[in-house]
């Protein structure tokens, strides 16, 4: 289920929520981010808030695997929406960029199989977050984004210090 506005934590301020990225309105009540997974060409990912992960499909996590930017982790017992349950791995991607102004390092995301369309979930979400999820204009905003790699790297050296 998506929200009109959602939001990972309350002590988040206006000020904090520097990162828009636009959505594409799929219709049904979907909405549509381009990412880059790894250093892959950009994709478009459904934003799911009911989603505990991100997933990527079969063709992406190979194409990863192809450039060593995916290691496997572990499997996990999936819920699909309608109740069946699924074994699926579970892949650590090197880097993740949401729409070309928030880049993760080290993101999870479930594989699904064949070429099945691929959801930004709740856990790159959190890493993003607080998030707040606007269908007017429809545009994810979020506050915890490095902008780039060494932004990225700065920021992690930093917090191990």
């Known amino acids: ?22 959505m594409r309105d ?8 381009t990412a880059q997974a790894g250093d892959l060409h950009e994709m478009e990912f459904m934003v799911d808030t009911g989603s505990g992960y991100m997933t990527i499909n079969e063709e992406t996590l ?14 996990l017992q999936g819920v699909l929406a309608n109740g069946t349950q699924i074994k699926v791995p579970v892949y650590q991607l090197t880097h993740f960029n ?3 102004g ?9 594989v699904f199989p064949g070429n099945t369309r691929q959801i930004l979930g709740l856990n790159a979400l ?5 998030f707040i999820f606007s269908f007017d204009p429809p545009q994810l905003v ?12 700065q920021t992690e050296h930093a917090n191990q210090g």
Not at 1 to 22: G, K, Q
Not at 142 to 153: D, F, H, K
């Open 62 to 75: 190979l194409a990863l695997k192809g450039v060593e930017q995916a290691s496997y982790q572990r499997n």
């Open 126 to 130: 959190k890493q993003a977050g607080p």
């Open 98 to 100: 949401i729409g070309g």
């Open 1 to 22: 289920a998506l929200l009109s506005a959602l939001t990972v934590s309350s002590n988040a301020f206006a000020t904090e929520f520097d990162t828009n990225i636009p």
């Open 142 to 153: 979020l506050s915890n984004c490095p902008r780039s790699r060494a932004e990225l790297s």
């Open 26 to 33: 799929g219709g049904a009540s979907t909405f549509y981010i």
């Open 102 to 110: 928030c880049i993760l390092n080290n993101i999870e995301a479930a």
